[in-house]
């Protein structure tokens, strides 16, 4: 089955710097990289995904790479803010058939956001 | 319109007992996925549903069951728990291909 591997566990920066989340699948078969905003006590929330025809996505602050031959991808946030401080998530999903879309996820990074 | 709801939101039971957690997904979605989340760990996939039928099952036992009802909501029945079932347990819904958004959660206590 798929495995991702998602580095730092923790990061602490200063607000207003950038934030740079790092992860690796081992399925080449996987095909879709969503990321989750997980605050306490909350549910993950999807914040920006990309599928794997594509190689880059932007949204305002937040940003995702992916390199299909390393088998990594990336989530870049820039300027971050205090509200920025939560648990985030990577994930891989692999079409298994009959309609069965399985989300792999990583042990997740904290990220500290320091005023 | 309303997000992934899913219910109790914290539950407490001991040993052996049985639970069921429920869940509704967003209107007009109709798969629902159980995932564990055990505390400091990334989700882990237990069950993915479609159209009323079990499109998917993760490493899990046999004391883990599903299913899904006609209006696309769905239940997660836990029988003889175990200290190790304690977790959060989240209900995500899928309205076309892959993206999956999350409900709150339901936090489960074994004593």
């Known amino acids: 089955g798929e495995n991702v591997e998602q580095h730092p566990s923790t990061l602490s920066v200063q607000e207003g710097d950038s934030a740079v989340i790092k992860c690796t699948y081992s399925?080449?078969?996987?095909?879709?990289f969503p990321w989750y905003k997980q605050e306490l006590g909350k549910g993950p929330q999807l914040i920006i995904d990309?599928?794997?025809?594509?190689g880059e996505k932007k949204d305002q602050r937040i940003a995702v790479t992916l390199n299909k031959t390393a088998k990594h991808f990336s989530l870049h946030i820039t300027e971050t803010q205090p509200e920025d401080s939560a648990v985030y998530f990577c994930a891989a999903s692999l079409y298994s058939g009959a309609g069965s879309y399985q989300l792999t996820f990583g042990k997740g990074t904290k990220l500290s956001v320091i005023p | 319109d309303a997000g992934v709801t899913q219910s109790p939101t914290h539950l407490i039971k001991t040993r052996g007992q049985h639970v069921t957690l429920r869940c509704s997904p967003i209107?007009?979605?109709?798969?629902v996925s159980w995932y564990q989340q055990v505390l400091g760990q990334g989700p882990q996939f237990i069950f993915q549903?479609?159209?009323?039928?079990?499109?998917g099952r993760g490493n899990f036992p046999d004391r883990f069951s599903a299913r899904q009802f006609p209006n696309y909501s769905s239940e997660l029945n836990v029988n003889a728990l175990l200290l190790g079932d304690s977790a959060l347990y989240l209900c995500?819904?899928?309205?076309?291909?892959?993206?999956?958004?999350f409900g709150p959660g339901t936090r489960l206590l074994v004593l």
């Open positions: 549903y479609y159209e009323k039928e079990e499109r």
């Open positions: 209107s007009g979605h109709k798969s």
């Open positions: 990309i599928r794997s025809n594509v």
């Open positions: 995500a819904s899928r309205g076309g291909p892959e993206t999956q958004y």
């Open positions: 399925d080449s078969a996987s095909n879709y």
